[in-house]
């Protein structure tokens, strides 16, 4: 059986039609405020009180509190509509963004209240995260489960490169202030968007909560595939989030410029995008395996800035990693919403994305020391072997080869 095969024309005009369309008319307006708001606060808390410890601190409680109640927001989006879930976390974070706004343009600049507003936008994006992943297979077929994932995922990467342009932007011309205000106005959108959605069917009687996290867990820990799945990408995260951000910049950076260390990032972006974007037009029959194959060229970026010192080289380089990443995470999340029964997918996807991210703030905690001690390009090619092997050892799993859907051509 191939690869590849081209997807029917109508069945992707069909995708463009329905439920589907508000649902990611709403997601790339959420997203491109969120990527806004990732360049907006910490230049607006800078801007307000010339601390990158303040900057810090508010990143922070912006963080932890979407890690801590991650679980909970899968057994919310499992019990509850995940319609409504969505449009009340578009809210709750837009009056937040307006009261961080508020505050910058009243002079009044309190850490204490930022922190605060923070730690309520991480809560709320930790009911809304289980809900976007819950709700698309409600929206489309198995068969559409792959266009769907990697239309979201182009837009996706599109905002990432326009996001934090517009946000800058922003920044400089109206202040840090009214930034947020312009983000609070794209939650607002996003919630009237995801209002157009079917409601959707709920269990009229639902379980209480410490059981629905029992059963959440029992159903992820029993789909052995998808554990073994998730420590991978933990692994992944681990060894690539903070080695890329942090030694990638100190190597780079200094030998070439700010302007082509931002170059080779965006090029990782851009290859992120043209492959999602392919993923729309030509379905994937093998998706777990040919998705860790074409995963493994993650590792490229981190094993560029350790050898290689020649721009264009790294260039092609960060273009293929992110060709790479885009395929992996595509097919992955497609299979997942495939196996997974939609009343359990919430909380599977809770316990997979906490595992998945929890040891990213570890990371980058310790790649510091790390780096002291064994030096940047060194530990940047470690790194990439460690993302090699746990990209491609799962595939001696039989769970994950016998899981590969057959996708519907």
């Known amino acids: 059986m191939p690869f590849l095969a081209k997807s029917d024309s109508t069945k992707r005009q069909q995708l463009l039609r329905g439920p589907f369309v508000p649902f990611f008319i709403g997601r790339t307006v959420d997203l491109a405020g969120g990527a806004m708001t990732a360049i907006v606060v910490p230049l607006a808390v800078l801007g307000a009180s010339h601390s990158i410890t303040d900057a810090g601190i508010v990143a922070t409680a912006t963080l932890l509190p979407t890690l801590a109640f991650m679980l909970l927001g899968g057994?919310?989006?499992?019990?509850?509509?995940?319609?409504?879930?969505?449009?009340?976390?578009?809210?709750?974070?837009?009056?937040?963004?307006?009261?961080?706004?508020?505050?910058l343009l009243s002079g009044h600049y309190s850490l204490l209240w930022m922190a605060l507003f923070g730690v309520v936008i991480g809560v709320s994006s930790a009911f809304s995260g289980p809900s976007l992943r819950g709700i698309v297979p409600e929206l489309v077929g198995n068969a559409d489960l792959q266009r769907a994932n990697a239309a979201l995922a182009t837009t996706r990467s599109a905002v990432r490169v326009a996001g934090p342009m517009i946000g800058g932007i922003l920044v400089a011309s109206v202040g840090g202030g009214w930034a947020l205000i312009v983000d609070a106005i794209s939650s607002v959108v996003a919630a009237a968007c995801f209002l157009l959605i079917p409601?959707?069917?709920?269990?009229?009687?639902?379980?209480?909560?410490?059981?629905?996290?029992?059963?959440?867990?029992?159903?992820?820990?029993?789909?052995?595939?998808?554990?073994?799945?998730?420590?991978?990408?933990?692994?992944?995260?681990?060894?690539?989030v903070a080695p890329v951000q942090i030694l990638g910049a100190a190597i780079v950076a200094p030998v070439m410029g700010a302007a082509s260390w931002g170059a080779l990032l965006s090029g990782r972006v851009l290859g992120t995008l043209l492959s999602s974007a392919a993923l729309v037009r030509f379905q994937i029959s093998r998706p777990l395996v040919t998705g860790r194959l074409m995963g493994s060229l993650i590792v490229l970026p981190l094993l560029g800035v350790g050898l290689i010192h020649e721009f264009w080289l790294l260039l092609a380089m960060f273009f293929a990693g992110g060709v790479g990443?885009?395929?992996?995470?595509?097919?992955?999340?497609?299979?997942?919403?495939?196996k997974v029964p939609t009343e359990a997918m919430s909380r599977v996807s809770s316990w997979d994305d906490l595992i998945a991210f929890a040891a990213i703030p570890a990371a980058q905690v310790a790649v510091g020391p790390i780096a002291a001690l064994l030096g940047n390009e060194r530990?940047?090619?470690?790194?990439?072997?460690?993302?090699?092997?746990?990209?491609?050892?799962?595939?001696?799993?039989?769970?994950?080869r016998s899981r590969d859907l057959a996708m519907a051509s």
């Open 75 to 103: 057994v919310a989006a499992d019990r509850l509509t995940r319609r409504s879930l969505l449009v009340t976390t578009c809210l709750v974070s837009a009056g937040m963004q307006v009261g961080m706004g508020a505050l």
């Open 325 to 338: 990443s885009g395929v992996l995470n595509v097919t992955y999340d497609s299979t997942l919403q495939a």
């Open 379 to 400: 530990v940047a090619i470690l790194s990439a072997c460690g993302i090699a092997l746990a990209v491609l050892v799962p595939l001696a799993a039989s769970s994950i």
């Open 199 to 240: 409601r959707g069917n709920r269990p009229s009687a639902p379980t209480a909560v410490w059981v629905s996290l029992k059963q959440g867990w029992r159903a992820f820990s029993g789909a052995r595939w998808i554990w073994i799945s998730s420590i991978s990408f933990a692994i992944i995260n681990a060894l690539n």
